[in-house]
């Protein structure tokens, strides 16, 4: 699986937007862009996912720059909530489902 | 729907002592996974069950850890004997293990805390 480069950690303003990024230049055609969340002392939650396409759910928006060697996640209105680490990664379709978190992005939300 | 279910969610124990972490996943979900989380790290997995059988668990440390899911639904990881270096929390993940399926979600548990002594 491609690794991921991500900024160690950010901060937002609570109710603006939270963009971040992810890099993965070695992402190979049939691997997938996963984002999961841990905020602290919970498990990973899951967020999104994407091969190609832009994807948005209720949670937030995924943006794959056309070479797909990066990609943002977008949280649209940062809550106080948000705060927690949020993790990058990238799986390949049909290998046992085996996800490989690197160390993610510290998000603080200020208020 | 119930998520995830770990326990206990903390335990303190001193080296070379045995402890068990138990895991009761999704119903439905075929698919069960132990992760390792070292303070600061990203989390990592240490084995994966299909139903009842080991689909990978060439990071785990087999002198010292161990894990089954003999009916193939609840699982339990087990250090004997354990060390400082095993303070870390425990998580639990499932997914619902179609085959054939291109990618799956996987759900997680609250986790377990260890702390050795």
């Known amino acids: 699986d491609a690794k991921t480069t991500q900024p160690p950690s950010m901060d937002c303003a609570e109710g603006r937007a939270a963009n971040l990024p992810c890099n993965h230049s070695?992402?190979?055609?049939?691997?997938?862009v996963y984002w999961y969340r841990q905020i602290h002392s919970q498990g990973p939650q899951y967020i999104i996912h994407?091969?190609?396409n832009n994807e948005t759910n209720e949670m937030a928006s995924l943006i794959i720059t056309e070479d797909r060697k990066s990609s943002t996640l977008i949280l649209p209105h940062a809550t106080l909530r948000d705060t927690a680490v949020y993790y990058c990664?990238?799986?390949?379709?049909?290998?046992?489902?085996?996800?490989?978190f690197g160390t993610g992005t510290s998000l603080t939300v200020i208020p | 729907e119930a998520g995830v279910a770990q326990s206990p969610r903390y335990k303190i124990i001193e080296k070379r002592q045995s402890v068990a972490f138990w895991c009761n996943p999704i119903?439905?979900?075929?698919?069960l996974y132990w992760y390792q989380q070292i303070l600061g790290q990203g989390p990592k997995l240490l084995i994966q069950f299909q139903n009842n059988g080991v689909v990978d668990d060439s990071q785990l440390p087999k002198d010292r850890f161990s894990a089954e899911r003999l009916k193939g639904v609840d699982s339990t990881l087990k250090i004997q004997p354990a060390k400082l270096e095993d303070s870390a929390v425990y998580l639990c993940?499932?997914?619902?293990?179609?085959?054939?399926?291109?990618?799956?979600?996987?759900?997680f548990g609250p986790g377990t805390r260890l702390l050795v002594l």
């Open positions: 994407g091969l190609k």
């Open positions: 990664i990238v799986r390949r379709r049909y290998t046992g489902n085996q996800f490989y």
């Open positions: 070695t992402i190979s055609g049939n691997e997938y």
């Open positions: 119903s439905g979900h075929a698919t």
């Open positions: 993940a499932s997914s619902l293990g179609l085959r054939g399926a291109a990618q799956e979600t996987q759900y």
